[in-house]
């Protein structure tokens, strides 16, 4: 027995409609946290990812907390790596 093409596509479609959100949108977004009892200032976070890391007049992170878009989870990643007082996490 032999079915055209048409009739293959036809039985291999979901009888569910799928998701209207994709995987991506699911997924919790990335959060930065910065321990500003730890921050000594060293703007290494800034340097790696400006976008993302702002600096007082003193040199000191303002960030506490933020969600970080999807575009600059790299940026983020590399902030965290950056900082040698461990004073920005991500979760
Ligand atoms: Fe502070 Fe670390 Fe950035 S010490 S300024 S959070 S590199």
Not at 63 to 88: D, I, Y
């Amino acid at each position: 027995m032999s079915i055209s093409l048409a009739a293959a596509r036809e039985r291999r479609r979901p009888t569910h409609p799928i998701p209207a959100t994709t995987r991506r949108n699911e997924e919790k977004a990335m959060k930065i946290t910065v321990d500003r009892n730890k921050c000594s200032g060293h703007a290494r976070c800034n340097a790696v990812a400006p976008e993302l890391f702002e600096l007082d007049d003193a040199g000191y992170v303002t960030l506490e907390e933020s969600e970080v878009p999807p575009h600059l989870e790299a940026q983020a990643r590399r902030g965290v790596m950056a900082c040698p007082e461990r004073a920005v996490s991500l979760s």
